[in-house]
């Protein structure tokens, strides 16, 4: 009797453990696996919205490297993750360090630095927009002071520059969490020896406190560079739908959606964008990684 | 039940394989265009923003047919004007696109190329005497024969101008400009005397402008664009010397209608095309703007102010065929136009409706002079639009104005080279 018991669950164990996994994979398999190789296979096709296409080969790849508009998006998100990710590597962690310390009031600031996060970006993206016009707060202020205009909307590389900050700005309290969690975890002995050694704050900082979150500031590096190379939605509601003046400011990601989309949308092509994102991606993580485990051997 | 690999290597190929058959879906047919035989069945209608301010009029207007044509349901669908033709291209897509759908001759051309749009020639052909002619070939496409949707209201929006900012520049405001001409030369002294602080438009010439200023925007067969003719590359030479000025606003390049009117209710900008529906939100909005609102024709140098026309197409592919062609036909007859015309100021596109006293009779009102000017304009109105101008090509027009006015590239470059890109999205859509 218990011989067989055992057969029995013996038998069932390979089974139920795809049963558990069966939702989650039905999930992913309809919803990320069928999309992402439905991307790979249009990208070889030069299907549009409304007609299936036929197999293309390379044609699309051939053709984005004679596309402008396909080297100013890679430009531009490159730019994007350049500009964006040290600050968001460095500026958070210095967030951190500010509010981790138990003092009155100090939640309220916790809370204050977190509210753009959860701010909807439509929203976030409105109100820079009505700072930085021509007319705005910003430029009202600038003239108060005798200082001109300044065309954060209308020129090209100060539009790209203004949506980096608001990135970095709503991306500031999401970062600065995950610091707080891993500065929580660095040991306070440490500090207290280096000070006994006599080292003063900054020394403090380079020495004890960057070295215990490393792993940590190597996870935001990578999160934020990949979500920078991917930058979507602070260009378009700041650019507005045309990618800045003459398209100069347009993303990879804005390039798909204006290529692939509406009625004479061109699905192939917009894949054959979408592959390339996904590979650049990819190996930014790798780099990413791998540029920690050097550091660490 | 245990899983074998063989299984599992099944599955995974199976999802590997079911995006590849996705390539070959389609067949590209239109379905028969026999729409005769009993009027029945359920239909959706779907409309283009209209709920928001028309719920009761839709609703009587259904419950009327379906009264009219017992055994019959409609059910209406009403979609936000963002991401409309989004939302129709994901619905062709998917084969879910409404029985009945409210569209514009642009969108009306990728459908009918694609076998979505049935062609009203073969299957309601007997109702065509019923609409102004140009508004009845409104929906033909170049290169297909047929007619693929029904006409439904017409605009011509006026354009608005703030006297107060024409009397302090020295212009007459009793004066507006007409044709572009008097337009360039009225923004260049608005810019002058404001020292570049008051621009005159927030907005780069949009194909409507090219069409409005006499340039030939595409040959005759539809195979090709043309808008880098002369006259074309002098319009945006215009363009370039207003925008060095500071009399077209700074930030006119990336300008979106909606932003242009805001700098024209903020009284930034002297001059914004809109609709006799703006009258109300400057009433709102901009009380001081009201006071010194001005309103006149649009802009035009060939005597044709730019129409925009709505229609109704029929989904090929209706499994009720004589009731979504019975249906779009009751919500585009004369009669129901009317009413929906007494109700928003747009004009009916049926025969005969733009002589009814409503549209000819003043009676002091800015509401009923905007009305009777603009339903006058109308009889000798364009759509300068061509059909076959999809949103990719807008993009390359736009961006390669902002290149000429930039100075990046001359006018005629610039031109050339959306042109070119033009073409080359034209043959690519078949």
């Known amino acids: ?297 | 039940m245990r899983i074998s690999r063989r299984v599992l290597a099944a599955a995974a190929a199976a999802v590997v394989v079911l995006p590849l058959s996705a390539c070959g879906s389609g067949d590209g047919g239109g379905g028969s265009t026999d729409a005769s035989g009993r009027i029945q069945g359920d239909i959706t209608f779907q409309t283009w923003n209209l709920r928001a301010n028309f719920k009761g009029y839709f609703e009587d207007l259904i419950a009327e047919f379906e009264k009219k044509h017992p055994g019959t349901d409609v059910k209406w669908i009403d979609q936000p004007a963002e991401g409309y033709a989004d939302k129709i291209s994901a619905d062709a897509a998917g084969g879910t696109l409404p029985d009945v759908v409210n569209v514009s001759p642009d969108l009306v051309a990728p459908l009918a190329e694609a076998g979505l749009a049935l062609d009203l020639d073969k299957a309601a052909g007997q109702y065509e005497k019923e609409y102004l002619p140009g508004a009845w070939a409104g929906h033909r496409i170049p290169g297909m024969s047929g007619t693929y949707a029904f006409p439904w209201y017409l605009n011509t929006g006026p354009l608005f101008y703030n006297k107060s900012l024409f009397e302090e520049a020295g212009l007459d405001a009793g004066r507006p400009p007409r044709t572009y001409d008097d337009l360039f030369d009225a923004a260049l002294r608005m810019a002058e005397s404001s020292d570049g602080k008051v621009a005159t438009l927030a907005n780069v010439p949009t194909v409507e402008d090219f069409g409005r200023y006499g340039v030939p925007l595409m040959n005759k067969e539809g195979t090709a664009f043309t808008f880098n003719d002369a006259k074309g590359v002098e319009l945006l030479a215009e363009y370039k010397e207003l925008y060095d000025a500071k009399a077209l606003d700074p930030q006119a390049l990336t300008a979106t209608p909606e932003s242009s009117g805001k700098k024209f209710l903020t009284e930034a900008v002297a001059m914004n095309p809109g609709s006799a529906l703006d009258l109300g939100n400057f009433k709102k909005q901009a009380p001081n703007l009201y006071k010194n609102i001005g309103i006149t024709d649009q802009i035009t140098s060939t005597g044709h102010v730019n129409m925009y026309v709505m229609g109704v197409m029929v989904n090929s592919r209706s499994r009720q065929k004589p009731a979504a062609v019975a249906f779009a036909h009751f919500v585009t007859d004369a009669e129901h136009q009317m009413s929906f015309a007494k109700k928003v100021a747009i004009f009916p596109s049926t025969a005969g409706s733009l002589d009814d006293p409503y549209f000819t009779e003043e009676d002091g009102t800015d509401e009923t002079r905007v009305r009777v000017a603009a339903a006058q304009s109308l009889k000798t109105a364009v759509n300068y639009t061509p059909v076959l101008f999809s949103e990719q090509m807008k993009t390359e027009l736009r961006n390669a104005v902002a290149r000429a006015l930039q100075g990046k590239e001359s006018p005629q470059e610039a031109l050339d080279n959306a042109v070119k890109a033009c073409d080359r999205l034209l043959q690519q859509q078949g």
């Open chain 1, 1 to 297: 009797m218990a011989g067989s018991t055992v057969t029995r669950v013996r038998r069932q164990l390979p089974t139920s453990p795809w049963l558990f996994a069966a939702p989650g994979l039905v999930i992913a398999g309809a919803f990320v696996l069928y999309p992402f190789v439905s991307t790979v296979v249009n990208a070889f096709t030069d299907r549009r919205t409304l007609v299936p296409g036929d197999f293309v080969g390379l044609a699309n790849f051939r053709e984005l490297l004679h596309d402008d508009m396909f080297w100013i998006g890679l430009r531009n998100s490159t730019l994007y993750v350049l500009g964006v990710v040290p600050a968001l590597v460095i500026l958070p962690l210095l967030l951190a360090l500010l509010v981790q310390k138990n003092i009155p009031g100090v939640t309220f600031f916790r809370s204050a630095f977190y509210t753009p996060v959860v701010a909807s970006i439509v929203v976030v993206g409105l109100i820079w927009v009505w700072l930085l016009d021509e007319r705005g707060l910003v430029n009202s202020l600038l003239e108060t002071v005798g200082a001109g205009r300044v065309g954060f909307l209308s020129d090209q590389w100060l539009l790209l520059l203004s949506a980096m900050t608001v990135t970095v700005w709503k991306g500031l309290g999401y970062y600065m969490i995950i610091y707080l969690a891993a500065l929580a975890n660095v040991p306070r002995e440490l500090h207290e020896a280096a000070a006994v050694d006599g080292a003063g704050p900054v020394r403090r900082f380079l020495s004890v406190t960057v070295p215990a979150v490393r792993s940590t500031m190597v996870l935001v590096a990578a999160l934020s560079s990949v979500a920078a190379f991917k930058v979507f939605s602070e260009v378009y509601l700041l650019a507005g739908p045309s990618g800045g003046p003459a398209g100069e400011d347009t993303t990879l990601v804005m390039l798909v959606q204006r290529t692939g989309t509406g009625l004479s949308g061109r699905v192939g092509y917009a894949s054959a964008i979408s592959v390339v994102v996904f590979v650049v991606t990819v190996a930014l993580m790798l780099l990413v990684l791998r540029a920690d485990r050097r550091e660490d051997s």
